[in-house]
Every structure is written in C-alpha cells, then in structure tokens.
C-alpha cells in the first residue's frame, strides 16, 4: 500500500484528483466538438502497471462498491466495481469503476485513464457506431483528429459469455481518453447472465 499511496494511487487520492481529471475529459470532449453533458459517464477506468498494485487496489475499492465482474477479456483480468454511492463529477454521474489488471502494455502514466460514455444505440459494429457518432455529433471532424494530435481506435472487445455486442470508438490525447460506446457496463454484464 506504501508504493500506491507514494505514486497517488490509493483510492482517497484518486477520488482527489478526479476533478482534475474530468475537466481534461471535458477539455477534450469540447476539443472533440463533443457534447457529452446530457449522456450518461457509464464507468471511469484506472491503470497501473504492476500485478501486486492491481490486486492492492481491487482491493482497497472494494470498500467503496461492489464488484459487479471480474472477467478475462485478451488475456487478463478486467474487474468492474459498482460504486455505492455513484461518483457525481459536473454534469455527470459515475456508477462503476474499472480496473483491467496490467498485460504485456505498459502505461507512460498510472492512475485514471479513460471515462466511457454512453450513446445509446442498437448498433452491434463499429462501421455502424460511427454513422450513429457523426448523427449524433455533427461536429465531430475525423479528418482532422490526426493534426489535432488526437489517435483514434476501433474495438469490439467482448468477454467470455457477453451476448450483447458494444462497438467501441476511443478518443486519445496527452494521456486522457474518451470512449463512447451504445451500451452501459452494467447492460453488458446482465447480457453475461442472461
């Protein structure tokens, strides 16, 4: 716990940064020309590089929630801890965190990573969220994110017994991410038990 708590990570700390954090994710959303105010900020995600850190701070977030998953997704753990009392962070309010334990990649910086967003759709590919995402944010220049220094990916990731598909565009820059995809965390889980 000393190495978290010294590199900021304990789960008191990271909830004192979280303001800090989400006016980078507004920043860039408003970079983006996203309008992400009136949709739902479905999970907040946390990285680190160490197994030992991962398992530590499983652990520590247990005492703030409950965990919802803990499934193998490429080849590592991805654990899903539902808040008791949801993060309320501006406009939005946060029910799940995520904490993928380390596999093969390490991150430049430890610590929050990614907010996902829900745009609600009954898409099921990633051809087909980008019509909804250029229906639903006009403003959205893809041919530009490159010069803005922005990288964009496409993914599709599933879990072992997920039946409901969530397409996935993430938005990156500086060390902060934006992902929107059309299903909540918790929408995909229940698909898990279905």
Not at 110 to 128: C, K, L, Q
Request: aromatic fraction near 8%; hydrophobic fraction near 40%.
């Amino acid at each position: 716990m000393q190495a978290l708590e010294q590199k900021g990570l304990l789960p008191a700390q990271m909830l004192a940064q979280l303001p800090t954090f989400m006016a980078k994710i507004d920043a860039l959303a408003a970079e983006l020309g996203l309008a992400l105010a009136d949709y739902q900020a479905d999970h907040i995600a946390l990285r680190v590089n160490d197994r030992e850190e991962a398992e530590a701070l499983h652990q520590a977030w247990l005492a703030y929630g409950e965990e919802w998953s803990n499934n193998e997704i490429n080849g590592r753990p991805i654990i899903v801890i539902g808040f008791h009392e949801p993060l309320k962070v501006g406009p939005w309010t946060i029910e799940a965190l995520e904490l993928p334990y380390p596999g093969d990649k390490q991150y430049p910086q430890e610590g929050w990573e990614h907010v996902e967003f829900v745009i609600p759709s009954t898409v099921n590919d990633t051809d087909s969220l980008k019509t909804v995402l250029d229906e639903t944010f006009p403003t959205l220049a893809w041919d530009r994110l490159s010069e803005q220094g922005i990288k964009v990916k496409a993914s599709s990731p599933s879990g072992e017994h997920e039946r409901l598909a969530n397409p996935t565009y993430a938005f990156k820059k500086a060390g902060v991410c934006i992902k929107l995809h059309p299903c909540s965390l918790k929408a995909v889980i229940a698909s898990e038990n279905a």
